[in-house]
């Protein structure tokens, strides 16, 4: 009897400890699981004195897993997913996968052009599933991947972090778009020397579109102006279309309901790839199991 109360006990405990981890506040910890923040601290103590090691830096309310707790975290994290998520998965192995979350994170350009016909697919196919897109900018995404708020993420990735399994599933070209009365309209072909003299229309200072635009052209030794800085692609289309300047875009973007020229620039731009991002060892559920499988049936499969 003994035993299988400390059983529970340790149970009850690492569960607190990766809520507590991925709210990185004791406060927000306690409202998910119905405790008093007293009770949320205690459990963590207990932990740390049966694990002989601090788990966490603790800084008011708001806490950080020390590398130790990180260590703890990425054992436990799946354990305590699959004993939450068990109803779902013993239904969705009957056959019965009605119900249930799935949490993606996606940047606008993923989640206007890129996702629409899978999430389509998905809901046709689980429409009890409900389906939460978390529109996401930078370095936002992995944070919600890496601290386990997302099931999966979605778009580019120029560099793969330690502990990040990206798996590609689509790839476009970059390309000029400009006015369909610029004088580079007419160009089947254009230069980085033909660009250079016209403002460029770009997404925000610290998207991966701009850092790249700047690096091709840096390489290159040509001289360049952002004539905007504007907030979404269908932001820069509107105002390349009004001739207010030319852009960088990937071709995904457009749809073919545009008044714009594009023109490619495979020669200067690599492709850009889209893919699937999750975090390595993370427990996946039924549902995220399923999504990710539409990309790639053998993901899951032994390597």
Known sequence: MAMHYYKQTRYKLLRTFCVVAQKENITHAAEQLHISQPTVS??????????????LERRGPSVRLTPEGKILYQL???IAAG?????????????????????????????LYVLPEY?????????????????????SGMKMLLEDQV???????LQVPEGIIYQPFA???????????HPLATHERVTLEDIGPYGLILPPRNMSTWRMVDTVFRQ??????????AGGWEIVKKYVEMGLG????TEVCLTGNEKVKAVPLHDYFPARSYGLIVRRGKFFSPQAKRFIEMFDENFFMPT
């Open 246 to 249: 030319v852009s960088i875009v």
């Open 171 to 181: 790839s476009f070209g970059s390309i000029l778009i400009t006015a369909q009365d």
């Open 151 to 157: 099931d999966l993420a979605v778009g580019p990735l």
């Open 42 to 55: 205690l459990q963590i103590q207990a932990l740390e004195r049966e694990m002989g090691e601090q788990l």
């Open 76 to 78: 436990v994290q799946p």
């Open 220 to 229: 290159h030794e040509v001289p360049y102006t952002v004539a905007m800085e």
């Open 119 to 139: 999430l389509k697919r998905f809901h046709e196919a689980y429409p009890g599933i409900r389906i939460n897109l978390h529109n996401v900018a930078g370095q």
């Open 83 to 111: 004993i939450d998520g068990l109803r779902e998965s013993f239904a969705a192995n009957l056959g019965k996968m009605e119900k249930g979350e799935l949490n993606i994170a996606a940047g606008q350009s993923t989640a």
